[in-house]
């Protein structure tokens, strides 16, 4: 297992490329499910996320073909087990996104019950309700979702509570089941549109995208096509936090802006300069932060996954603000690492107030889940003296080489064993 060693107090300038999303591949990897011929990937990034993916596809007896430039070709046109085993799927939540497809296409599938980061709850029960609602038979037993339906049946369901993987989980299923499928309150994020638009394209017939009702007329086939996974948000979001967070000058390429306009917005009012081209960020800045209050919600709200890593700003920023998370329960779990390297941050319910401290000093700290893993890695690069980030097998789930990427800008990490 290794850790990231940083030295803080670099500043961080020149260019990083964004990487493909973690959050848009997974889905589409699951998506090949449905086609009765291979499909085609580009701008795959290399995170654990996806070769557990792509492993799990393996094992329910697809062909993949990894190619150059972590391209992938999955053939899942003689699928040989509908069972998705509770090794491959208890480290990644994501690995529910089989459950429709294979249903839809098949009739039938045996999914465990998943894992993932430990950042709150995150029931599949919208899931189950959703498949339920078009006719399928559910049972959970000794830890596998069991489900069976001939063919699914159209219907309408409400989300109780916006769910990116439900919605896209339910969206597949319906995209092969008899009639027309109505989902409310369904999640806007890119990634579900981005998936919408790639069913589309395999001859599935999806409208509302990008809005929160999906109307899905069932189709009885579905092929394959080439498809370029969409730059990380994400990602893309960090990298502006670690130039603004070093008072660093720092230009993203590959980034889609119009997908991280919230979080644009929010480092504005922290005090950053960003200025935006079609496929490009540049983000500076060249004094202590302003501190701004936080406030998660779902898309194109504040995102969640950014939560941990503008708290880092907070941290140093002059005068005090308030974090407030929405989206998941247990999303706090970076503070108490924070506090070891000096921050002031108070804990009350689902509200952090933070005071902000002159600066930050290196300190051993132990990642918790994907994001606090950023923040972290955040925080060490302007601690003055060393930090150790520990446990960043959380981090590689969702970072591609973050501690290349960020050398290349200037900072003084490494990885090493732990």
């Known amino acids: 297992m290794d850790k990231i060693i940083l030295r803080g107090g670099n500043r961080l300038e020149g260019e990083v490329r964004i990487s493909g999303a973690k959050n848009a591949a997974l889905p589409l990897l699951a998506a090949s499910l449905l086609a009765e011929n291979p499909m085609y990937f580009t701008n795959v990034p290399h995170l654990r996320d996806v070769t557990t993916t792509i492993e799990l596809l393996g094992q329910l007896g697809a062909r993949v073909i990894i190619g150059e430039r972590m391209s992938v070709e999955v053939d899942a046109t003689d699928i040989t087990s509908l069972r998705a085993p509770y090794e491959l799927v208890k480290t990644m939540r994501a690995s529910i996104l089989v459950l429709g497809p294979l249903l839809a296409r098949y009739g039938e599938a045996e999914v465990s019950l998943p894992g993932g980061c430990a950042i709150g709850t995150r029931p599949v029960n919208l899931h189950l309700k959703g498949l339920e609602a078009m006719g399928a038979e559910i049972e959970v037993e000794e830890g596998y979702i069991k489900a069976r339906a001939p063919r699914l049946k159209g219907t309408r369901f409400f989300f109780d509570q916006a769910s990116v993987t439900g919605t896209e989980n339910l969206m597949m299923a319906a995209t092969m089941a008899e009639g027309v499928t109505v989902l409310e309150n369904a999640a806007r994020e890119p990634e579900v549109s981005d998936l919408a638009e790639c069913l589309n394209r395999m001859g599935a017939s999806i409208s509302g995208i990008g809005t929160d009702e999906l109307v899905i007329e069932g189709v009885d086939r579905l092929d394959g096509v080439e498809h370029a996974i969409l730059p990380d948000r994400i990602e893309a979001g960090t990298y502006i936090a670690a130039a603004a967070v070093t008072r660093g000058d720092v230009t993203l390429q590959g980034a889609r802006p119009g997908h991280v306009e919230a979080v644009i917005d929010k480092l504005r009012e922290m005090g950053a300069e960003i200025t935006l081209g079609g496929d490009w960020i540049r983000a500076r800045m060249d004094r202590r932060p302003i501190a701004a209050n936080l406030r998660t919600q779902p898309y194109p709200g504040f995102p969640t996954d950014m939560q941990a890593q503008l708290m880092v700003l907070d941290v140093l920023a002059a005068g005090g603000a308030t974090v407030t998370e929405t989206v998941f329960e247990n999303r706090f779990m970076h503070v108490q690492e924070l506090q070891r390297m000096g921050a002031e941050i108070e804990l009350s319910g689902n509200t952090a107030f933070v005071r902000g401290v002159g600066g930050l000093t290196g300190a051993p700290v132990m990642a918790t889940d994907l994001r606090?893993?950023?923040?972290?890695?955040?925080?060490?690069?302007?601690?003055?003296?060393?930090?150790?980030?520990?446990?960043?097998?959380?981090?590689?789930?969702?970072?591609?080489?973050?501690?290349?990427?960020?050398?290349?800008?200037?900072?003084?990490?490494?990885?090493?064993?732990?």
């Open 372 to 418: 606090a893993s950023a923040s972290l890695v955040l925080a060490g690069l302007v601690a003055e003296g060393e930090s150790a980030v520990e446990r960043i097998y959380h981090i590689d789930r969702g970072y591609e080489r973050i501690e290349e990427k960020l050398a290349l800008l200037g900072a003084d990490v490494r990885r090493v064993p732990a």
